[in-house]
């Protein structure tokens, strides 16, 4: 009976039931895991490294661009590539984690990204590209790593550990784009970026520890029981798949774009140096931590979904529009859109739970939002950072994430508003 309460929860969290090569084992793990306050350490050290390698290209823009001989939207491909290997690299990573298991999925993806990092930092806009790619493959094995860690290892707390788990990824970004312009002025862009390897050795020698002796059984990921495939039909012809793809399209597509540009912005209209419109873009990344928190809480007291996303669609489009009308009070429009980007994920797939017919539509519907929305999200800082040079200005640009957080907020209101099916 324990063992299948604890699937039930893996369900709610992944959309799949958890299976390993005994029952047995999976009891013996949960009481071994369950309490171990060293592995959820060790997850949390390890989750600051899911996106602070790339986001800390953000606070240095200009200067990386100019030690490449590129322009800076072109370096605003090397952003764009990790988000490009979430979409493509997911199935693989879980053909990974299923063959090897979680434990060595995780030592793997620690490795690949220290090694991505040094690449990147190694030689010309080329070697940038390929330590980049890198990066970004090891990096989308810890985002199926960890949701299937904590459904297996923490399933009795996952929803405040999936809390945990989200803070660390926003207090990761928190930090480098605090501290990354200053290293670069201090000891050059390469060894500033370079120098975050010394959280990944941390991270690895921490989890190490964690996971020494213990056993390693492989993951296999199953369908969830419920309706067919057949009998339910391609997900793409639901009308609610679709919007809730064009929500996540104009969520994701604005984060990476602002997360890029907003220390170049402030730059620019503020006359910030780097290290100060570094450190004042972190208020959008700290927020996030707000969100992430808060908006759990709201729909745990029973606030209409669609009231929450009214909020959040309100609280991101206060950013473009209050840069292009009152840039002087950009650290109010940075906090509000903070808590916005924080919130708006577990709105969207909460959604996707709740209008889902059956777990294996779930599943599927899933896929279709993030392969589509990380696809349009890869193309967000080399399409902003274009408009940029084109216009001489930020205007254009600030009216295109406008643009996307409208169609955004239009598909999320129709979703929310959508009735939900039953199978």
């Known amino acids: 009976m324990g063992t299948r309460r604890s699937a039930r929860a893996g369900e709610r969290n992944l959309s799949s039931i958890i299976t390993t090569t005994s029952g047995a084992n999976i009891s013996k793990r949960a009481r071994i895991y369950g309490t171990s306050g060293l592995l959820l350490l060790a997850m949390l050290v390890y989750a ?3 996106r602070a390698p790339f986001i800390s290209l953000a606070p240095i823009v200009t200067t990386v661009a100019d030690g490449l ?7 605003g491909i090397l952003t764009g590539i990790p988000v490009l290997c979430f979409a493509l690299v997911a199935p693989f990573a879980s053909m990974l984690i299923g063959r090897v298991g979680i434990e060595r999925a995780i030592a793997l993806s620690l490795f690949a990204v220290f090694v991505g990092t040094c690449v990147r930092s190694a030689g010309g806009f080329e070697m940038a590209v390929v330590g980049t790619v890198i990066i970004g493959a090891a990096i989308t094995i810890g985002n199926v790593a960890v949701p299937v860690l904590i459904a297996r ?11 945990l788990y989200t803070g660390a990824l926003n207090l990761g970004s928190v930090v480098t784009t605090l501290v990354t312009a200053p290293l670069a002025a201090s000891f050059g862009w390469r060894w500033a970026l370079v120098a975050w390897g010394l959280v990944m050795i941390a991270a ?3 989890w190490q520890r964690a996971t020494a002796g213990r056993e390693k059984v492989p993951v296999v990921l199953v369908p969830a029981h419920g309706t067919s495939d057949a009998e339910l039909g391609p997900v793409w012809r639901r009308g609610i798949a679709w919007c809730l793809t064009l929500t996540f399209v104009g969520q994701a597509f604005s984060y990476y774009a602002v997360t890029t540009w907003l220390p170049k912005i402030l730059t620019d209209t503020q006359g910030m140096s780097d290290s100060g419109a570094g450190g004042a873009a972190s208020i959008f990344q ?8 808060g908006v759990p809480l709201l729909m745990s007291r029973r606030m209409p979904l669609r009231a929450v996303f009214a909020c959040m669609s309100v609280l991101w489009l206060s ?8 840039p002087h009070l950009w650290p109010l429009w940075a906090a509000l859109a903070g808590m916005s980007q924080g919130g708006n994920f577990t709105v969207i797939f909460t959604l996707v739970v709740q209008r889902s017919r059956s777990q294996s539509e779930a599943r599927r519907m899933s896929a279709m939002i993030q392969g589509l929305g990380y696809s349009a999200a890869a193309a967000g800082p080399y399409a902003i950072g274009a408009l940029h040079t084109a216009t001489d200005g930020w ?3 600030l009216f295109v994430v406008l643009g996307a957080l409208t169609i955004m907020t239009v ?13």
Request: proline letters at 5%.
């Open 411 to 423: 598909s999320g209101l129709l979703a929310t508003g959508a009735r939900r099916e039953t199978a």
């Open 286 to 293: 700290f927020f996030g931590i707000v969100g992430g928190v």
């Open 48 to 50: 600051l490294n899911l």
């Open 395 to 397: 205007t254009v640009p």
């Open 204 to 206: 690895a020698v921490l």
């Open 69 to 75: 001989g590129v322009t800076p939207e072109t370096v």
């Open 319 to 326: 950013l473009p529009v209050g840069l292009l009308v009152a």
């Open 153 to 163: 290892d923490f399933s009795q707390s996952a929803g405040a550990v999936t809390g």
